[in-house]
């Protein structure tokens, strides 16, 4: 639009300049001796300095335009979040999230999933059918996202990822996970101790095949991906999904909440350790303003 607009300017007035030119031209070769020429002259100067001076205007006009929009250009780029925390942030049907992979043993952590696994085991007595009373659910996700440092969960990147489940807990009905290849040998697993935890008729499905978490555009196109199938599965608008960028890679982060700028759906985000409030869930709807 600015180059359209700067165009015309620049276009108006070159063809206010040409017809200037060409008065000139007619006026110094007069038809009527020296009485013409300066009946000649006299229109000259009479009609080219009208069409001069709106060559000028439009010239000046496009200079001041120009130079305002280069004094505003950052501001195209601003954004602003509204921003709910604690009791503010409402429980939502759907979750778009991201598995980070689980290095256990190669850093020196133990096997934090193989503790979940049997602790959710002990509840289903060894039946994974098992109805388990949904207080004993609550129970067991509540004591593995236990902020407490002392936690045998702590530090376990799953441990944010059902933070933010445990969140929404309370109106989810859809977890849709994006995988990489690295963490999609373990979606069963995943989805095995998060049916055992949500409230049942949750749904844990995974986004289609794996993406490599640094590749933004995969990742963009993934996280569209996912939202649109979560609002289908559960049949709800968008403003209804909350997409988690505590997990994955950076990239992923970076992609999912662009994804989300000026649109309906909201990104959340779990205060990890170090931080005073951590476990507490944060989200955010962002949008660009000009």
Known sequence: MFAALGGLSLSVAADQLQEAIDLWVRASQPAGGCAGFICALVGFFSTAMGKLLAAVVLSLLFVLFAWGVVQRRDAFLRSRARIQRDRGVPSLPVVVTTLSPLRSGADGLPDRLAAAEAKLAALQAGDPGAAV???????????????????????WPWQQTLRMLAHHRSALSCVVVILSPEAEPLFERFKRLADGLMRPGCRIAAAGDPVALWDYNAVEDAVRRAIMQGIAAAGVPASKVCVDITGGTKVYSAAATVVTLNSPCAFGYVETHGSPEVGRVILYDAKIQG
Do not use: H, M, S
Not at 133 to 138: E, G, S, T
Not at 140 to 145: D, F, K, T, V
């Open 133 to 155: 009373p949904d207080d004993a659910r609550q129970r067991l996700l509540a004591e593995i996202c236990d902020p407490d440092a002392g936690n045998a969960f702590a530090l």
